[in-house]
């Protein structure tokens, strides 16, 4: 869709333009490559610049086609509402106990609403679990500006543009990589549990802990829902990493996991994060 002069496109938003949340503007800096990826994340300085970079970045040249052909095109039942179209920032407490990863945003979900896990079957499920063991303020998280709020915990994607068929590439997850390493950097200094929603999010993990300098397993744990590993921290305190399937459609469809398993996990994270 064009936009008419002196109009904004409806889609992808721009930045910085009124959407509930938008973290960027006009001026924030655009990464066109992976190289700038890297320096504009390490020279961010806070988390509100940081988040406001990331959600601006166009690096990865196939993601970027997709997530924008994705917001013009827009599923029949979305059609008449705007999609933010752009990179998901990482999303809650500034210094949370827990962190939860996961893989990239959904095309009609994230990748509409702006806000990771939202407005699709999978955050129905996860928002749900989360609320009822105290991580999250609402049952429900609909659209940026709902109100919905994390409790101590804190939500990113290993990649934070949707990808088509849900399967970035491993090129694509290195390139995205310094998004996360920088935004660890700043938020990690009270987290004592990460719960990784699917194996590439177990995946991502290893390097982003052997990055930060933490002392990480060898040989890597093996993934599954409700695998452990305790990762010591400099401050004499541990982390835990917890596995979980991922509430994707099909597995909560099938049944393989269930709000009471992401329940159990989600309480298991809290124990171990003092909550
Ligand atoms: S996936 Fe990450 S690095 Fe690639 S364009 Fe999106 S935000 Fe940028």
């Known amino acids: 869709m064009t936009a008419a002069a002196g109009e904004q496109p409806d889609s992808p938003v721009p930045p910085g333009t009124g ?86 945003p959904a095309a009609h979900g994230g990748n509409r609403t702006g ?73 990690a200094g009270d987290l004592r549990s990460i719960v990784c929603l699917g194996h590439f999010a177990w995946q991502a993990t290893w390097p982003l802990l052997a990055e930060a300098g933490l002392d990480v397993p060898r040989p890597r744990p093996a993934f599954g829902h409700g695998a452990e590993a305790l990762v010591p921290r400099r401050d004499g305190e541990s982390l835990l990493v917890i596995g979980c399937y991922h509430p994707s459609q099909q597995n909560t469809f099938t049944g393989r996991v269930t709000g009471v398993m992401l329940d159990d996990v989600f309480r298991r994270a809290r124990l171990h994060a003092g909550m």
């Open 19 to 104: 959407w509930p949340d938008d973290p960027a503007t006009a001026a924030t800096p655009v990464a066109e490559d992976a190289a700038a990826v890297r320096r504009l994340a390490a020279t961010a300085g806070t988390l509100a610049e940081l988040t406001a970079r990331q959600s601006v970045c166009r690096a990865c040249p196939r993601l970027v086609e997709w997530r924008e052909q994705v917001a013009r095109e827009k599923r029949r039942s979305f059609a008449s509402e705007r999609y933010w179209g752009r990179p998901i920032p990482g999303w809650g407490a500034e210094r949370p106990r827990v962190l939860i990863m996961g893989l990239a």
């Open 115 to 187: 806000r990771v896990f939202t407005g699709d079957r999978s955050g129905d499920v996860l928002y749900a679990s989360l609320w009822r063991t105290g991580l999250a303020a609402q049952e429900t998280s609909i659209t940026a500006g709902d109100g919905q709020r994390l409790l101590g915990a804190r939500m990113v994607a290993a990649v934070r543009c949707a990808p088509p068929q849900n399967k970035p590439t491993v090129s694509e997850r290195d390139t995205c990589a310094p998004w996360l390493t920088a935004e660890f950097a700043l938020v």
